[in-house]
């Protein structure tokens, strides 16, 4: 069966934090209680980040917050979030929400039970049969995951209408408590969005987009490479400042494999579509990937204009790269926590 791209929708809330920003309020709250603070501050302006945006004013990361002031901001905002990108995206597609068969939803930055499409639904206009699937804990790589998990179901129930929702709220675990290196990244690094895609069997009208099952690969014991810390005060991000070392080292084979899963080579990509991770991670993908340096523009683009908002990210960029017109055989790719790589290889057709 063939599966097919109908839309992507993006959102993005709505304060804006622009880098000098970010640096500032980072100054006032890390620079007298980190000793080190002087010695990175030069990465904020060396990310490549020229903005991102939160689901919370800047004047909040002056307080104190707990995990239930850090959840509820979670909530409120990814919910919000969730239904912008899905209005968006079921718009483009032509479709209704009433029309949708099966929700998939990612989002790692939070906790929620009921899950975000289910506190979208009346407001959204659901069918009380649709069917739910939330999925937690891909981090960096849900957008692909997600993708490839949406793909899935479509394929499986062909007549089905899938919405694939990828929302993060990044912001709300900003760590002035903890005042570890990977905190500061974090702080250098991350903002909030959500991303949202339309799938089905049936052929859409327009450009023709195909999605082919996807692969992962898992790298052994790496598990302290990415992921969440759990106490008492929030979630604390475990960020590996040697990820884009392991990129140079280790991205290439893995690509291959997933290629070869894919009944790929690396020949026959037109266009990898990756998970933009910092400045430093970019550079190596391209690198690790075998692309000339520089390539990979529509990723340096969404880094500077929205940051890094996790699992969204790729989508994002997915979505630049449609909107430029590029045509061919795509490879998707993120990482995320595991260590994994996630790849979902595509055809974009002229219009």
């Known amino acids: 069966m063939t599966t097919y791209l109908h839309s992507l929708g993006t959102a993005v809330p709505a304060h804006v934090l622009s ?110 049969d649709v069917r739910r699937v939330p999925v937690f804990g891909l981090g960096c790589g849900g957008g692909v995951a997600g993708l490839s998990i949406a793909q899935s179901l479509a394929e499986a129930r062909s007549t089905d209408r899938i919405l694939l929702v990828v929302v993060e709220a990044c912001s709300i675990s900003f760590r002035n408590d903890r005042l570890q290196k990977a905190d500061i990244i974090a702080t250098v690094l991350f903002g909030d969005g959500a991303a949202a895609a339309c799938l089905s069997g ?75 991770g910092g400045a430093k991670v970019v550079t190596a993908i391209e690198r690790a990937l075998r692309l000339e340096q520089g390539v990979l523009v529509a990723e340096r683009e969404v880094l500077r204009d929205v940051g890094n908002m996790s699992a969204p990210t790729v989508l994002f960029v997915l979505n630049r790269v449609l ?3 590029q045509t061919g055989r795509f490879m998707t790719s993120a990482l995320g926590p595991g260590f994994t790589g996630s790849f979902l290889p595509m055809t974009v057709e002229a219009a």
């Not at 959840?71 to 209704?96: C, E, I, Q, V």
Request: charged share 20%; hydrophobic share 40%; net charge negative.
């Open 323 to 325: 909107e430029s017109g």
């Open 202 to 276: 049936r052929e859409a009208p327009g450009q023709r987009i195909t999605l082919e099952p996807g692969a992962q690969i898992t790298w052994p014991d790496t598990l302290g490479i990415m992921g969440w810390d759990v106490d008492d005060a929030a979630l604390g991000v475990v960020f590996d400042r040697a990820i884009p070392d392991f990129v140079d080292e280790h991205l290439s084979a893995a690509a291959s494999t997933a290629l070869s899963n894919c009944g790929m080579t690396y020949d026959d990509v037109d266009r990898f579509v990756c998970h933009p």
């Open 19 to 128: 880098q000098d920003v970010v640096l500032s309020l980072a100054e006032e709250v890390l620079g007298p209680r980190y000793p080190q603070f002087e010695r990175l501050r030069p990465t904020f302006q060396s990310a490549g980040i020229k903005r991102r945006y939160s689901v919370v004013p800047p004047e909040w990361f002056l307080e104190d917050h707990g995990w239930k002031d850090r959840n509820d901001a979670y909530l409120a905002g990814a919910t919000s979030l969730f239904m912008d990108a899905a209005s968006r995206a079921l718009a483009a597609a032509g479709w209704s929400a009433a029309e949708i068969d099966c929700i998939v939803t990612v989002s790692s930055t939070g906790i929620a039970t009921p899950t975000l499409e289910a506190r979208a639904m009346a407001q959204m206009g659901f069918r009380s």
